[in-house]
């Protein structure tokens, strides 16, 4: 498993962005799904984004929620060994913990599959 650490969050006003990243450690990060999910109170845990294994043969791909599409970009840097969440247009409505996860093989916006989790960071985009 990997240790992930999340950093950028914070308070913003509606419409403004944040960045958030998501440390790993482990010298296989590029072989790791990476996912960010997130929970508001009294919300269950939501998929928000996640991108694919790099692979030889092909672009890390990349999955977003309906919600976030448009607005939220996920993208990693295998040298870094960090996954990022570039957040535009923010509502007060994406308010949450965002956690980041890895996933070593196949995963599922339910959650599963993603073995290793941050300890999240707080999201609050105040009206």
């Known amino acids: 498993q990997v240790q992930l650490v999340e950093s950028g969050g914070g308070l913003v006003q509606a419409g403004g962005s944040l960045r958030l990243s998501c440390a790993a450690s482990g010298r296989t990060f590029s072989s790791y799904a990476m996912g960010w999910f997130r929970q508001a109170p009294g919300k269950e845990r939501e998929f928000v984004a996640a991108?694919?294994?790099?692979?030889?043969?092909?672009?890390?791909?990349?999955y977003y929620a309906d919600s976030v599409k448009g607005r939220f970009t996920i993208s990693r840097d295998n040298a870094k060994s960090t996954v990022y969440l570039e957040m535009i247009s923010l509502k007060p409505e994406d308010t949450a913990v965002y956690y980041c996860?890895?996933?070593?093989?196949?995963?599922?916006?339910?959650?599963?599959?993603?073995?290793?989790w941050g300890q999240g960071t707080q999201v609050t985009v105040s009206s």
């Open positions: 991108i694919g294994r790099s692979t030889y043969y092909a672009g890390d791909s990349t």
């Open positions: 996860a890895a996933a070593a093989s196949t995963w599922f916006r339910s959650g599963s599959g993603f073995r290793s």
